[in-house]
């Protein structure tokens, strides 16, 4: 982003998009931005950091004499006191820069970041006062709605510098927002209709996203109306999820007058997979429940996993439980693509954002020392006031029961908390290396507290056992621990639009045969028989090639060569849902 790229009544940037909105490029250069410097610094690239370093200078630089970070010019700004879309796509950079100041304790961008919510407060005050704040000067109800999310900027620039008027700022955003005059896509999020009993039904990713900002604003200020609105909104939020974890979000979760129904053929859209994995991941951080962590383990392993390709280089932009296809003839948001920009460029990088956002609260710090909070194969270490403690995950999960968390402490004694999933029944626990070792055994956790050496480990079992799961509409979906397995359809994938560069393109994807077309039927009366498979082949990678399966008898009603009535009584296969494109995950189950 640069200060003469700029968009303005004096800019020669163009600024097009298939919508015609202004902000939507500074959405989609932000997201990216954010998914970039996340995935560099997760990953420890330093030719990477040296590269992100660069792009965030360049951008520190441009901010304007009034403190300004956005993509709007002066001349546009003086316009109106409020632009539609500029808080939402400043609080996409200046998230980059906030994550950046957390890698590297850079004074001078924290402090470039206040001034540029300095800027912002101003001019939001100045707007408020004349009846312009969330007004629909561009027609675009979207922009106006997605600026709300400048409080999650604000609340965390306040928890760093303490700065009163910053709490200030976040609150009055969020006052004009549930007091304006929204259409229905945006207003799942308004105070009033958080605490009502009108079922969400908005735009998904708008409704995701708003779902923390009451409770972000609710722990810094204790307000118990924000805390019930979120306590609210969430219940009718998870009536709108699907088996897979989704918020049924094709584009909308329902309209006026409806309520969600999320079967396994709606679509979920990236976007909303993405913001809902924040919003639980910030409500397990402020109230220590661990049922939100329940449905973060859900959605990641599940649907997220599903509506990436296997090689990274497309995303579904609407991803479904029962999906037989997907191509562009379905919509333009069914296809595969990595722009997806015949629809809208915002599910791509949002997807790229998604490991990163949850990588980083898979070990967090405690008050009493370390809480492990998801799991998976990664190394961290957590600084506290007594000394750093390294922690390491040795483990297969999901792909197997056995995690083993290595510590390096040097002799400190602290509270080691681990959490138990809600799917989990009869975990066992083992330490090695430690002195003083007392448990504490909770509903969702184990907390360990003993003297932690140089190379301590805590062996975890966590039994996986077959779970069945209830649709919508009384379908059955199985699950064996926190992956839900579906039947996969062996597909073809044809280019319809390339990009010039060798591997990138948009792909349809649909089934090599048409034994495909009708999804299995399981039996009541034999499901005791399903048996799962735990064993991952050596070397192999288990979302790609899943040596990890379930087997289950049913019934094929697809015809098949010399066979009068279909396929008859067989042995169903299945493999985790994230390790598919096309796929059969609920069934009808036949007494």
């Not at 958080?194 to 972000?216: C, F, K, M």
Request: net charge negative; with cysteine.
């Amino acid at each position: 982003m640069t200060s003469s790229r700029r968009l303005g009544p004096d800019s020669s940037a163009a600024g097009t998009n298939i919508a015609g909105v202004g902000w939507w490029n500074g959405e989609s250069e932000g997201n990216w931005l954010l998914a970039w410097v996340t995935h560099a610094l997760l990953l420890g690239d330093e030719t990477a950091i040296a590269a992100v370093r660069a792009y965030l200078g360049r951008i520190v630089d441009c901010q304007g004499d009034d403190g300004y970070i956005g993509m709007f010019t002066k001349a546009a700004r003086a316009q109106q006191p409020y632009v539609g879309g500029d808080l939402w796509t400043q609080s996409r950079v200046l998230q980059a820069l906030q994550v950046w100041v957390e890698y590297t304790h850079d004074d001078a961008t924290s402090t470039a970041i206040s001034a540029a919510l300095d800027y912002s407060a101003n001019r939001f005050r100045l707007a408020k006062e004349q009846g312009e704040a969330f007004a629909p000067h561009t027609g675009d109800s979207c922009g106006r709605g997605h600026d709300l999310m400048i409080v999650e900027v604000a609340a965390e620039q306040f928890l760093r510098t303490s700065d009163p008027a910053l709490l200030t700022f976040a609150s009055a955003v969020y006052d004009c927002f549930s007091q304006a005059d929204l259409s229905w896509p945006d207003a799942d999020g308004q105070l009033g209709q958080l605490l009502s009993d009108s079922p969400v039904i908005g735009h998904g990713a708008h409704t995701a996203e708003y779902l923390r900002v009451p409770l972000l604003l609710a722990d810094l200020n204790a307000d118990g109306s924000l805390r019930a609105a979120f306590d609210n909104g969430y219940q009718k939020i998870t009536r709108a999820l699907g088996v897979a974890g989704g918020l049924k979000s094709d584009e909308t979760i329902s309209a006026p007058g409806g309520h969600p129904v999320p079967l396994p053929e709606s679509g979920y859209e990236f976007c909303a997979i993405t913001e809902l994995a924040i919003s639980l991941l910030e409500a397990a951080r402020i109230t220590g429940d661990f049922e939100y962590l329940d449905r973060v383990e859900t959605l990641f392993l599940n649907i997220a996993q599903a509506g990436i390709a296997g090689d990274g280089r497309s995303v579904a932009y609407f991803v479904a439980e029962n999906q037989p296809a997907g191509t562009h003839v379905m919509g333009a948001r069914w296809d595969y693509s990595p722009t997806h920009d015949d629809a809208a460029v915002c599910c791509v990088p949002n997807a790229g954002r998604i490991l990163p956002i949850v990588a980083r609260r898979m070990v967090m710090q405690s008050g009493s020392g370390i809480s492990v909070q998801l799991y998976g194969p990664m190394q961290t270490s957590v600084a506290t006031a007594d000394g750093l403690i390294t922690v390491r995950q040795e483990t297969q999960f999901p792909f197997d029961e056995q995690v083993i968390v290595h510590l390096g402490a040097d002799g400190l004694a602290f509270e080691v908390e681990l959490r138990i999933p809600g799917w989990c029944a009869g975990p066992v626990v083992r330490v090695v290396g430690a002195s003083g070792l007392r448990q504490e055994w909770l509903k969702d956790r184990v907390r360990l507290t003993a003297t932690w050496g140089a190379c301590s480990e805590i062996h975890l079992s966590l039994p996986q056992e077959l779970r069945t799961l209830p649709t919508i509409d009384g379908r059955t979906a199985l699950a064996v621990g926190p992956l839900l397995y579906c039947v996969p359809i062996d597909h073809l994938a044809s280019a319809h639009r390339e990009y010039g560069v060798d591997g990138y393109a948009d792909y349809d994807l649909v089934p090599r045969s048409p034994g495909s077309m009708h999804p299995p039927v399981l039996l009541a009366d034999r499901l005791t028989e399903a048996r799962a498979t735990l064993a991952q082949p050596s070397g192999q990678d288990p979302w790609a090639d899943p040596g990890f399966q379930l087997t289950v008898p049913g019934i094929n009603p697809n015809p098949r060569h010399g066979a009068l009535d279909g396929g008859g009584e067989s042995t169903i296969r299945l493999v985790p849902l994230g390790s598919t494109s096309l796929r059969w995950t609920a069934l009808t189950t036949a007494p």
